[in-house]
């Protein structure tokens, strides 16, 4: 091993340097310093100060963020924001002071807003002795023409650089290593810019968008002598951007060059794994790469993010682990000089000089070790190492400020953490033995990124298809469920199948001549005999301890687990659901499932109310009788799942109508609810048409209570027909409708544009805008509105449409013939009385698969009182809308028939208060999308004509399939209180 103390002597000597020249931050970094919460509004601030047009508006935000909920700001900022209040004077001079002291932490940190800037800050760093790498900042890449144009500032910045560079001159140091010249350009580059659907789940398709555009760069790199490093971004882009860098390098015409390489993410558990297969790939290949081996930057993130998903933590979760791995990395990597030219992105004296100890202990020569800093960050130690002849390299990030923000924000972030280096480092305070310890032994070396579990959650994780397993399991069962399609599925009631003459043909939406099955069409005497059922199967389940009845429903989970694949598949042919959406509604299903069983085993419990001596009373809970349960096609699994399990749970029998669109996955689930042990007659499926079957179940006199999902008009039908009393019926019906939704979006004008987009993309056209969550409206405030109409068209432009079956579709058909012929009439008026801003209309590609495709369109200038902008049109078709201001907007969104969902992207805390408090829907989503509802964290359901009844997945839902009754007892016997029984 490389000697410790000889570690401990390099480090001493680096931090006697960079001490001896002072470093660290002022001003706006050393107020973050005094208080957690100041920091994080203080960033969050300086994060939206570039968006905000008006001195009035800077104001604003200044007093929303650092004096607002009565935190007092610090001392500096008192008068200034005193000022601010003081009339438009008082706001100029609050909002010029801002604004300076916001452009020079941007020049501290950002090289530049243009590649002749950039370029300037590369010269600079010549002749300080430093190398650099320039990376383009800018907007999240959102369409192809925004990929196009990253693509173009890429061969831009390399031909004038490439141009500049001829004529500067040789350094020993940066231009030189012992196997030859190295090129004085050097170029990072983000895939995610270069195409806009970049994702795992479609490794082939990814790959193909992202060399088409890598191959021109490349070639412009080996023209100009560019060196091309492949920055790493999210963990689950790791592996696809590995695949990619490698299946570019090893084609032949790129095969021989060294100038090429790609970044490892020590803080990453597998990264181990990673080294070793790049390693043996680089063997292979015959010619060197470069690694770039940083600690990484998205802690945070991956953190949070694997929680949320209940998904294993990817990335170590403490510092001295990930330094840990800095430091075994850094020697495989030195180790293997041969195959990996090594370069370190760390601004830790420790992990450099252990970086540097190795480095001699090996014999290596000096040049095979290059140490990367960040522009703006340990400038005395980029000198110092520099100074000392190593070959130091400047990471220079430039661009525009707007969508420069977010890399200036993590930049402070760095700068102001307690465990950061370079707040410790700098400071005399912390003693030199005690920077330069090794870090802490991690644990033995972790190749499964599974080794740490996050904490359970409420919901089934969804499947995580940067894996290949996840991705293999769905692709594997999709070819074996398409051998089982075509099948026949006949009615249950009482426990026994029925064949009818009658029949459901379920076609797949995707290819309409191909037939997912066929199921047996019940008939009004047919729902008569599943009541029946239900009422004789009623008693003995009403009777069945609450927790018998749970563990049925317990066992139905664990079989929609071992089958998740499967049943996926079949959403994606019936339903026409893309893939992530089909796993998710068999995920949902069981989260639906366990939700309620948990709920129910504390709701039906006995209630003992009061505790007074000589009086026992019990509340209790108990089931209603028979529920109809009539489904939607939407969801197909999920909801129909949600709505039975509810009621099976709660001691109801079931009488189930599926949507007739989607009518197998209902039998699949019934049949599976049967083999989970329910006795004969508990679940009782009856398919067919909603004027026949549907309506026989809403007015049989049998039925207590009818659980509902779907349209409008039909809700209120149900509604209206439940409600009249049936001769000898000795019960009034419940009803529990779900209906529809004209859900809006509102873009305030200091919104974060690269969030909304992708956010109301995702809302908007996500299973073809085929939920009643989806967005339909987008209400703009200011002069924010061009802009976003702009991006959202460039956004949808090209999104991918196509057979639900294929990993790449994002937008599929929709359900049936009917519902694209109904579209075309909203799109046709959106012709005649709005803005077309986009129309796709179906390819002739598309059309030849025989689906039912229907045109994407977003429309602007729509009127408030039009039908595009009051009608649930179901369907990929969105309103672009203008507010004046925030108010407008909240009073546009809310003047609707519908109350179900609303969202708003704002960087505005007040706001986003006053979106809280005014803008009343279900369910309102602050600044991320407006669909994807989890069950027990954001329980679903409506209000207005979007609804009647408690959330479903929330913990009301089940009041509503019980009644209640109280048993008094009195204890009292001659004068005294007998024992009591609680």
Known sequence: MADDARIRSIGRELLDRVRSDGAGSAGLMEWALQEESLKLQLFRLVDVLPALYSDRDVARHVREYLAGDGQEPPAALRVAIGLGGAGWIGEKLLAAGVRHTIRRLARRFIAGGTPDEAIRAARRARRAGQAFTLDV??????????????????????????????????????????????????????LSALYPYLDPIDPAGSGRAVKARMRPMLRAAQAHGAHIQVDMEERRLKDLMLDIFTALCDEDEFRATRNVGVVLQAYLRDSEADAERLVEWARRRGTPITVRLVKGAYWDYESAHARLEGWPVPVYQTKSETDASFERLTRFFLERAGAIDLAIGSHNIRSIAHALGWRERLALPRSALELQMLYGMAGPLAGALAERGERVRIYMPFGELIPGMAYLVRRLLENTSNESFLRRGFSRAVPAELLLDPPAAGPPRATNAGAATPPPVPNEPRADFALPAARQDLGHALTAVREQLGGRYPLVIGGAAAETAEQLVSLNPSRAAEVVGRVASASAEDVDRAVAAAESAFPGWRDRPVTERAAVLARAAQLMRERRAELAAWIVFEAGKPWREADADVAEAIDFIEYYRRQALELLRPLRLGDLRGEVNHYLREPCGVAAVIAPWNFPQAILTGMTSAALVTGNTVVLKPAEQTPVIAARVARLFEEAGLPAGVLNFVPGPGEVAGDRLVHHPGVRLIAFTGSRDVGTQIYASAAPLAKGARHLKRVIAEMGGKNAVIVDDDADLDEAVEGIIASAFGYAGQKCSACSRVIAVGRIHDRLAARLVAAARTIPIGPADLPSTIVGPVIEAGAADRIRGYVELGRQSAEPLLIRDVTPELAALGGYYAPLAIFGRVPTDSPLAQDEIFGPVLSVMRARDFDEAIAIATDVDYALTGGVFSRSPGHLRAARDRFRVGNLYLNRAITGALVGRQPFGGRQLSGVGYQAGGPDYLIQFVETRVVTEQTLRRGFASGELA
């Not at 890429?154 to 141009?163: C, T």
């Open 137 to 190: 900042l800018g907007e999240a890449c959102l369409s192809e023409d925004e990929a196009d144009r990253y693509q173009d500032a890429y061969l831009e910045l390399i031909e004038k650089l490439g141009a500049e560079a001829a004529r500067w001159p040789d350094s020993p140091a940066l231009d030189h290593a012992a196997w030859g010249a190295l090129p004085k350009v050097n170029i990072s580059v983000k």
